[in-house]
């Protein structure tokens, strides 16, 4: 019996791989009302609507993807609500955070927000919250934007490839952290220094690797540091590429400084020598860098100095990204990656030894945390929500870019095997499918709904 309600559960779904945030054992996951009731032995006896037994198909926390541009409004034709969130869920993430550029407005205000909002409700098949951003002239703006619902703001140190979203000089990043300090918020940054990013020699994918190297990131990562350390706001790095960059991060957080950074599956995956020539599919901002780097940045991500990996799904249509030209300096940057983030990151995962339990630590604890979204999303415990995935470790299938719902059938891990395949989902105890009803709700910081 249900203490809550009285009622019976109406839900257990048992596995004997459950990834819970001590490890990964069997276990039977109780759901009431949408939200996780208890977390019981395999064998339990419940008496639920519904019994759902895995056998040796894994249980995930529905991951959280706190980095992805949706495009919408303004680029649907690049991405879209629909179109991502169905890819999202296809992949075992069940909350997306959606970032504030790429989308017309931009929203970095409240009137952007609210458009945004509009034309995401009732298109989305899973949870989905949203970025403000942090540009020139718009500090005022941040605490009512936050008022209004975003989780946080995004700011870029460099040109962001978008004119109406303009960087925030060394000042600039300042004043709008000084903002945020008394908040929580984070303010997450693309952290590239303009002054060390060179045009590139040449349009093959070396020259281009050249043009961005490490220390453009290590430069911009110094700023933030001090930034931080100045205003005691909170400071995460987004798509940390350069692994060199561990050991200033690792630093700035053994003093105390409020600092946090995600990777990418692409940087994980891929190195910049295994990139075919021309395949601007595979061209991002920072870089894919070389083999040796990959290394560095998985041991920063096992040693915790990375906390998570996010998707950075970036996607643009095939135009944009000059498949036909293949040159790497006028493609738009930017790999679409939400349907395989999974699969990619445990193909590597799993060889290193490395557990379930992990993967829902960068995958869905870390940027639940990194969201606010901490006391309803990021892991199996009672009274979160009830967003699972069950998760077929062992087996395997072959990417066919075509065959993914991202809106643009462009994707650098086109023909590659990757290990891991989604299953089943929950969302809130509801079972769901990328073409069944839309029941994503929009969620504002602390993890209550945006209308509410
Ligand atoms: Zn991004």
Redesign the pocket.
């Known amino acids: 019996m249900s203490p809550a309600t009285g009622a019976h559960p109406d839900l257990v779904v048992r596995s004997a791989q459950v990834a819970l945030g001590d490890g990964v054992r069997p276990a039977a996951v109780v759901v009431h009302g949408g939200k996780i009731e208890s977390v019981l032995e395999y064998a339990a006896t419940v008496r639920a609507a519904s019994d759902v037994d895995l056998g040796d198909v894994a249980l995930l926390p529905g991951l959280v993807d706190s980095?992805v541009?949706v495009n919408e409004p303004g680029r649907t034709e690049w991405e879209g609500f629909a179109s991502a969130t169905a890819a999202a869920l296809a992949g075992g993430i069940t909350t997306i955070c959606d970032?504030p550029l790429n989308s017309v407005p931009v929203t970095t205000s409240v009137d952007a927000l609210t458009a945004k909002a509009e034309a995401a409700r009732g298109q989305c098949a899973v949870d989905v919250a949203f970025w403000g951003g942090a540009v020139p002239g718009n500090a005022g703006h941040l605490r009512p934007l936050l008022d209004a619902g975003v989780i946080g703001f995004k700011c870029f140190l460099i040109d962001s490839g978008i004119p109406e979203f303009p960087p925030l000089d060394r000042d600039g990043l300042r004043s709008a952290m000084r903002e945020l300090s008394e908040t929580g918020a984070p303010m997450i940054v693309h952290a590239e220094d303009p002054r060390e990013v060179m045009q590139p020699s040449g349009p093959g994918y070396d020259a281009f690797v050249a043009s961005r190297p490490p220390v453009a990131e290590r430069r911009a990562i110094e700023t933030v540091v001090s930034a931080a350390a100045a205003t005691g706001a909170r400071a995460h790095i987004?798509?940390l590429a350069a692994g060199e960059c561990a050991a200033l991060i690792s630093a700035a957080q053994a003093s105390g400084i409020d600092l946090t950074a995600e990777t990418c599956p692409h940087y994980l995956f891929f190195a910049a020598e295994e990139v075919p020539a021309g395949h601007t599919e595979f061209k991002c901002c920072p870089p894919v860098r070389y083999a040796p780097n990959r290394e560095a940045l998985w041991r920063a991500l096992e040693a915790g100095v990375i906390g998570g990996v996010v998707s950075?799904h970036?996607p643009c249509t095939v135009e944009e990204k000059r498949l036909a030209e293949g040159d790497f300096r006028t493609a738009w940057g930017g790999i679409a990656s939400l349907q395989v983030a999974l699969p990619a990151v445990w193909s590597v995962a799993r060889k290193r030894g490395r557990t379930l339990a992990d993967i829902a630590r960068w995958m869905s604890a870390f940027p639940a945390s990194l969201a606010g979204l901490s006391d309803s999303k990021g892991g199996i415990f009672p009274g979160a929500d009830a967003d699972l995935v069950a998760f077929d470790a062992t087996a395997a299938f072959e990417v066919r870019a075509a065959d993914l719902r991202h809106k643009n059938p462009v994707s650098p891990y086109d023909g590659r095997t990757l290990a891991g395949v989604v299953r089943r989902t929950w969302l809130r105890g509801t079972e769901v499918t990328p073409d069944g009803p839309r029941h994503g709700r929009l969620l504002r910081r602390g993890g209550t709904e945006l209308d509410a």
């Open positions: 980095h541009h970032m987004v798509h950075d970036s």
